[in-house]
């Protein structure tokens, strides 16, 4: 029995060091330890090894299992780095100039959130950021969000690990969670937080939401929200700087028109829609494009202003929707690809 199993050893250790593709070393494999291979032949034995010489036997077919493995091994691991090599192609002198001369572009979601901040800046918001990772406080607790909330099943919302610790996102609770922001109205909540009014921010950033991603929904995507509080804020005030901005965004014809709905921090709420000649009508003359409405008097109290003395109103978008609108752009996987010939468009 050692002298066959050191003759398939001897064999192999000849034969493996010359294979070169994945198929030829497949073929090898099956030769040696496949269902009808010499080595398993050699296993196959062992039932007619008397019993008192198997525990020597099968030490010796052990040790040659192993070192036949490590033939194989080395043979995978030669030939994965080949195929790698192959891919990445002859070697290059980073430190010459690229063969590329082409400038880069401004990512079309970089120059729709620029050309909103724009607009909203000559009216008088500035722009204010806060922490992708929350508290449950700032995401929901103070937007009047109720614990049993759909928003906050883990169905819907990313929350980290029990243990996790981030030194810059405080807590009101040692009990809360952290998660990933669903929006970016805890912006809103801290810019309060740290002033009184009169308030008038907009909050561009990235967001976070349980989703399954196909060409119009996506796990990650890109909000912006606005806040404006003041003393006698109305309704109207909130129509008129929506009418703004997307005449000044997509051209003068376009209109906007409000549909009631409900959202735990605004009342009263509205879907805002927006209707242009120029735009695709995707079967229907009239776009939904966001969310608004007049800020709850019980978030007002939440971050100790008098509902009494301060009205306001907030609104938010998502901007992929206005990039595939202005774009013409009809999936929002588009935007995440990375892809040269996508993102030379908007050069």
Same mark, same amino acid.
């Given at each position: 029995?050692?002298? *066959?199993?050191?003759?398939?050893? =001897? ?152 243990? =996790? ?9 040692? =009990?809360?969670?952290?998660?990933? &922001? ?5 912006? *809103? ?33 890109? *909000? ?11 309704? &109207? ?64 109290? =939440? ?33 995440? *690809?990375?892809?040269? &010939? ?6």
């Amino acid at each position: 029995m050692q002298a *066959q199993l050191q003759a398939v050893l =001897a064999k192999a250790a000849a034969e493996l060091p010359a294979v070169l593709l994945r198929p030829e070393l497949e073929a090898a494999k099956a030769r040696y330890v496949g269902p009808n291979g010499e080595f398993t032949a050699l296993m196959k034995q062992m039932g007619a090894v008397p019993k008192e010489e198997r525990p020597a036997v099968g030490k010796l077919i052990n040790e040659a299992k192993g070192r036949l493995q490590v033939l194989l091994d080395e043979a995978l691991a030669r030939i994965a780095a080949a195929e790698l090599a192959a891919q990445l192609g002859p070697t290059i002198d980073p430190t010459l100039p690229s063969p590329d001369p082409g400038p880069g572009t401004r990512h079309p979601l970089t120059l729709v959130r620029e050309e909103m901040c724009r607009i909203l800046r000559k009216v008088g918001f500035s722009v204010a950021d806060g922490p992708e990772v929350e508290s449950e406080y700032y995401c929901f607790d103070a937007l009047s969000t109720p614990a049993d909330h759909p928003a906050r099943d883990e169905k819907d919302t990313f929350y980290l690990p029990a243990d =996790a610790r981030f030194g810059n996102v405080s807590k009101k609770d040692p =009990a809360e969670r952290y998660l990933l &922001r669903t929006h970016t109205s805890s912006v *809103q909540i801290r810019t309060m937080l740290r002033g009184e009014p009169p308030i008038r921010i907009v909050s561009p950033g990235r967001v976070y939401r349980r989703d399954t991603t196909d060409a119009t929904h996506s796990a990650n995507f890109h *909000q912006l929200e606005c806040l404006y509080v003041d003393r006698n804020v109305t309704v &109207r005030d909130l129509k008129a700087l929506l009418d703004h901005i997307f005449a000044a965004l997509l051209g003068k014809d376009t209109r906007t028109r409000f549909r009631p709905h409900y959202f735990g921090y605004t009342e009263p709420s509205f879907e805002v829609d927006l209707a242009a000649a120029h735009l695709p009508r995707v079967n229907k003359p009239w776009i939904e494009i966001g969310g608004c409405g007049m800020v709850d008097p019980e978030v007002f109290a =939440a971050v100790g202003y008098d509902p009494e003395r301060w009205t306001g109103y907030a609104f938010g978008m998502g901007l992929e929707r206005l990039a595939m609108l202005l774009y013409g752009i009809d999936d929002i996987r588009y935007f995440y *690809q990375n892809d040269a &010939r996508f993102l030379r468009q908007f050069a």
